[in-house]
């Protein structure tokens, strides 16, 4: 899964921003995040009325069916491999597909009892963006909550020794295709694959990470290079 990740080099009025992901229209202010985790309100790109737009949506994906809002809480990952056939998901695969602006993840590596936290990163150290889906949806009391969760995927080479599982990391060119919404969702599930694994690196960061109240620049610093 992805539970925890960061956009840390980041904040909305960045020329930076606009360059790498746009054309698109500013809709969320936002500064550098450390240690985002579920339920906060996440930095996406979604494709709307003609043009992208970057807007803060709740992480962990809330039906526009559901009863009450807490099914986002189980929802922050999706696997590639069921979407089609989850009730969940198959919906916002259709017709929702996002951007979740990013530019690095955590995972957690067991050895014994103990778990260590990794940082993965491109190599490069640039923003990348996950495939996401989202959905809106409309509380008892007439709000609107906009939600979105992150895709998964087998791991690469890379991720093989830290987890089972990783986040689909979209190649560039492939963005603009992943968010139009009159691409049926056949055409880019084959999009849904491990970033390759000669693209990233991985390294051990503080337990500080395990925690998401310390969203603090210790958290991206490296403890040792492992990889």
């Not at 043009?51 to 999706?78: Q, V």
């Not at 969940?88 to 530019?103: G, I, M, P, T, Y």
């Not at 503080?206 to 990889?227: A, G, H, I, K």
Request: glycine content about 8%.
């Amino acid at each position: 899964m992805c539970g925890r990740y960061s956009f840390s080099k980041f904040k909305s009025n960045d020329n930076d921003i606009i360059k790498r992901f746009g054309p698109v229209q500013l809709e969320f202010e936002f500064g550098p995040r450390y240690n985002i985790a579920p339920s906060q309100q996440v930095p996406v790109v979604i494709h709307k009325d003609g043009g992208n737009h970057l807007l803060g949506l709740r992480w962990g994906l809330i039906p526009y069916w559901a009863k009450d809002e807490h099914l986002g809480n189980k929802l922050i990952n999706a696997r590639a491999e069921t979407l089609e056939e989850k009730p969940s998901f198959r919906r916002s695969f259709e017709q929702k597909r996002c951007l979740v602006l990013a530019d690095g993840f955590y995972e957690w590596r067991k050895e014994g009892r103990i778990k260590k936290p990794f940082r993965i990163t491109l190599k490069d150290g640039g923003p990348f963006a996950f495939a996401g889906l989202w959905d809106s949806w409309l509380s008892p009391t007439g709000q609107t909550i906009n939600t979105c969760t992150i895709i998964t995927t087998t791991p690469n080479e890379l991720m093989e020794p830290i987890h089972n599982r990783m986040p689909v990391i979209l190649q560039k060119d492939t963005e603009p295709l992943w968010l139009r919404a009159d691409i049926p969702s056949r055409e880019v599930k084959g999009l849904l694959t491990p970033f390759p694994a000669e693209g990233m690196v991985a390294y051990e960061v503080s337990s500080l990470v395990n925690s998401p109240r310390n969203d603090l620049p210790e958290c991206v610093l490296p403890v040792s290079s492992l990889f």
